[in-house]
């Protein structure tokens, strides 16, 4: 959800209904009930192993050159159009690369300057619709467009500091967005949808703000460590957003709840050992100009901030077309991500363990799986062919 929604803006979506539909006897226990027309689908805490092998194709990333030369790969920078098209925001080299559905490359756009079309500090790729890419950059606060074929169509300006410049859906005049506001005591996060001059909440989020914290090598606001957060992320006419804190994801239509997914997953409490977990190698802070920055032990960081007593039930998630949901559960740097499908009605089908949360679709039955190297901190992206024939999927 950077649901990240995440955080800022896209969405790793897509599976069809063929290739990801319940058969009419696999198990479930789910109960769906229905609640002033919200469908909540509540399922056990009790995990099943999804019953798919993942045979790889070819993979991207990780190369010394070129356009393949990307290390990094995730929901938001990775982006199908769910049949013959990838698009990688390579941030490290300011640009994106397009490759086919066999990856074969087809097109690089952006660069790296302040000029029309160019980029330096691009966080995420925008769901933009209609073959079109788009990307927001940092430095110059700025929305970047292309056409399907690279034409640049624009660049716009955002102006309004509330909406921040992460992730958002474009679509015609619809726009999907979050808006933060913070005071002294609180930080609330809207997740809208805004309709020409018509604004509709969907989602909301209220915390701690953060405060200015004096670390032995930079003074910085941070939130305590672990605290939750609002993630979201979108498919074809979907939103889901949850609030990381508890495992129940929601799925709105038209900016209207329909559907709520819940797994009765409770929290675990936070340990003096988890911030060591979660920085093994100490949290790095890099400043301008190059160089190495510093880098302070986790348990400095957590003593500086605070902990949240509990740790995130869940991270974040991926919509498939035809209404399925990938979540990804909380997990600590290093460990194997675990990720539970749901199916259009909200039945819990399965878990995988071992495969990262899917970054997109080329067709019915070809998925994009991140491919993580703890020892050089590359991801690449494996292209796999899903089979639904009773083999157990393998994370190898």
Known sequence: ????????????????????????????????????????????????????????????????????????????????????????????????EIFDGEGLHRLTL???????????????????????????????????????????????????????????????????????????????????????????????????PGQFVQLSCVAVQMRPMFAPRLSWTSGEGVVAAA?????????YRDGRLVRSLRRAIAPTATQPGDALRQYPDGWTVRFGGGGDGCTMEGSEVAEATGMSPFLPVIEDAALGPEGTVWVRRHRFPGEPPIVDLFDPEGSYLGTVHGRGLPLGWLGSDRVLLPIEDQESGVTRIGVYRVSRDGSVADPS
């Open 110 to 208: 952006g660069g790296p300057g302040s000029g029309p079309g160019e980029f330096t500090f691009a966080i995420e790729l925008l769901d933009a619709g209609e073959g079109r890419v788009g990307v927001t950059d940092l430095a110059k606060r700025a929305i970047l467009l292309w056409s399907s074929d690279g034409t640049l169509l624009g660049e716009t300006r955002i102006t309004d500091p509330s909406t921040g410049l992460g992730r958002r859906v474009l679509r015609g005049d619809t726009t999907v967005t979050m808006v933060e506001a913070r005071d002294s005591l609180r930080m609330v996060n809207r997740l809208v949808r805004v309709v020409g001059e018509d604004t509709t909440l969907m989602a909301r989020y209220e915390g701690p």
């Open 243 to 251: 609030v990381t804190s508890k495992y129940v994801v929601n799925l």
């Open 1 to 96: 959800m950077s649901m990240s929604m995440p955080v800022p803006l896209q969405a790793a979506l897509l599976l069809v209904c063929c290739a990801c539909s319940r058969p009419d006897d696999a198990p479930t226990d789910t109960v769906l009930t229905d609640s002033a027309g919200v469908t909540i689908a509540a399922t056990s805490a009790t995990d099943r192993v999804l019953p798919w092998r993942f045979d790889e194709e070819f993979t991207l990333g990780g190369e010394e050159s070129g356009p393949g030369a990307f290390t990094s790969a995730s929901t938001r920078t990775v982006q199908t159009n769910g049949r013959d098209r990838i698009v990688v925001l390579d941030a490290a080299n300011d640009r994106i």
